[in-house]
């Protein structure tokens, strides 16, 4: 029996995946997996016995991830389960900046008791009217799963996109639109583009990177659209862009004291993932890899460990291992197995940075005693028998 626990509210539509082999729990003292949305995780004891922690989401800044590697507590998220969520509200910000919706909208329940309001609304329009999104530069600064949905749904509204991303992956390169222009340097894309939205993670290297030299170079008049993190933008820099007039609009999901009811600001309350549909296919995401990795050792869509599939688990003994990535690993495992009379049948050893992670089949289950003894071997983090 597998045991669970979610900080945060979890979509039944993932949960109910889990079956009749896992139970729900309050304790985080007593579950093998944890399920998180946007909880804090960095002031949580995280007990010994948590083996795996999903975040139903992209963005792990909320999860402890050095920690948990340390401790060999494998860190997943669902790359792309959100992605269309936060591509529309993209697309809803950039017409919201181009036309002032928002304004007219407020300026008629202003004057709805007015007998004359549609007389007046007519004189009134222009001040709202704005302009069209069709044919003009839109700047995608990252091409993952949301940046390439933006481009091409972009493309397909008949504007003109220019993507940046030196680390795109095979997969979302396969996946963009041939109209989408690749743009070597950032630079390219502040001096071309009249829309510039950003779809990079929060990193130390990212950390402020819309800045003021990056405003200086954008042409007057931008409008810059911000879906991902709230500290990608310098917002110290970005008031005096709007004051300049160097941003005409700027648009975010991350609501705080100095973006909040600023003229010039559009502000929506962190909707970009909250999404019915965004929610279910994060939660069920995050379920099938939690199951994958706790019933055959697997791992995919993991931060802070490699991709590992040895597929469903059909020899006599599996055994899973976190560690760190250091030499001669491998030749003491394979030590303490074959002093106890255990055959390997099948083994695969993956690293990812700092940390590695090694998955074996055995001919027959391996007894306490082993395993116990492959915890003394230094380097060695977690190790879990899944059969």
């Not at 329009?125 to 069209?132: D, L, N, P, R, W």
């Not at 949301?146 to 095979?170: F, H, R």
């Not at 004291?257 to 559009?266: M, Y």
Request: charged residues 25%.
């Amino acid at each position: 029996m597998f045991r669970y626990h979610c900080l945060n509210p979890i979509a039944d539509k993932g949960l109910c995946l889990f079956g009749e082999a896992y139970k729900k729990t309050e304790n985080l003292t007593e579950c093998d997996a944890v399920l998180v949305r946007s909880a804090k995780m960095h002031d949580l004891d995280i007990p010994e016995n948590v083996c795996a922690i999903a975040r139903a989401g992209a963005g792990v800044n909320n999860i402890p991830v050095k920690e948990c590697s340390e401790k060999g507590i494998v860190v997943f998220n669902t790359p792309g389960a959100n992605a269309n969520g936060v591509k529309e509200l993209v697309l809803a910000g950039m017409l919201l900046a181009s036309r002032d919706i928002v304004g007219g909208i407020e300026w008629v329940e202003k004057e709805k008791d007015r007998k004359d309001i549609d007389k007046l609304a007519e004189k009134q329009k222009k001040q709202f009217a704005g302009c069209e999104i069709s044919g003009k530069k839109l700047g995608i600064i990252g091409l993952g799963a949301i940046g390439a949905m933006v481009a091409n749904a972009a493309s397909g509204l008949g504007m003109e996109v220019y993507g940046y991303d030196p680390y795109i992956s095979i997969d979302a390169a396969w996946n963009l639109s041939r109209t989408i222009r690749h743009s070597k340097s950032l630079d390219e894309i502040y001096s071309q583009c009249d829309y510039i939205t950003v779809h990079v993670p929060l990193l130390e290297s990212t950390k402020k990177m819309i800045d003021k030299n990056a405003f200086q170079k954008m042409k007057d008049g931008t409008v810059l659209l911000n879906f991902a993190r709230d500290l990608l933008v310098d917002e110290e820099a970005l008031i005096e862009a709007l004051e300049s007039g160097k941003i005409k609009k700027y648009v975010t999901d991350f609501a705080n004291p100095i973006v909040a009811g600023r003229e010039g600001i559009l502000v929506t309350p962190h909707l970009g993932a909250s999404t019915e549909e965004s929610e279910e296919n994060c939660a069920v995401m995050a379920v099938k890899e939690i199951r994958d990795f706790l019933e055959n050792g697997n791992i995919k869509n993991s931060v802070n460990f490699p991709n590992c599939d040895m597929g469903a688990c059909v020899a006599e003994g599996r055994i899973a291992i976190t560690h760190k990535n250091i030499p001669n690993m491998i030749s003491q495992v394979t030590k303490v197995l074959g002093s106890e009379g255990l055959n390997i049948a099948d083994m695969t050893n993956k690293s990812k940075g700092e940390f590695a992670y090694t998955l074996i089949d055995l001919e027959r289950t391996a007894s306490r005693e082993v395993v116990e003894e492959l915890k003394t071997i230094e380097g060695v983090a977690k190790v879990r028998v899944i059969k």
